[in-house]
């Protein structure tokens, strides 16, 4: 994904909203900048400083922030049934591209 963006006179740089919603940034988040000759990387900071422990509520909503299923809840015990079924239907599926 491209996007384009400007350095301000004070050499600030802003992160489009969708990607700091996709990767659940926050503000005051470290970076680390690396710079590799023609490119600027920003990677989160390998620091534990400044992140958080989240709870398991918190993680949650984080996540369905992030996949946006606005659905009813699924069971531990409905997920467990789906995965062979999801597996068995992806080698069915590898297999017919052979």
Same mark, same amino acid.
């Given at each position: 994904?491209?996007?384009?963006?400007?350095?301000?006179?004070?050499?600030?740089?802003?992160?489009?909203?969708? %990607?700091?919603?996709?990767?659940?940034?926050?503000?005051?988040?470290?970076?680390? %900048?690396?710079?590799? #000759?023609?490119?600027?990387?920003?990677?989160?900071?390998?620091?534990? %400083? #400044?992140?958080?422990?989240?709870?398991?509520?918190?993680?949650?909503?984080?996540?369905?922030?992030?996949?946006?299923?606005?659905?009813?809840?699924?069971?531990?015990?409905?997920?467990?049934?789906?995965?062979?079924?999801?597996?068995?239907?992806?080698?069915?599926?590898?297999?017919?591209?052979?």
């Amino acid at each position: 994904m491209n996007m384009q963006t400007k350095l301000s006179a004070k050499g600030q740089v802003v992160i489009p909203k969708d %990607v700091r919603d996709r990767m659940c940034l926050e503000i005051g988040e470290a970076f680390d %900048v690396v710079d590799r #000759g023609n490119e600027i990387v920003l990677r989160r900071s390998s620091d534990a %400083v #400044g992140r958080r422990n989240l709870s398991v509520a918190e993680a949650s909503a984080a996540i369905r922030k992030i996949v946006n299923y606005t659905g009813p809840r699924i069971s531990d015990e409905e997920i467990a049934r789906a995965g062979p079924v999801m597996a068995a239907a992806e080698y069915d599926r590898l297999k017919q591209q052979q």
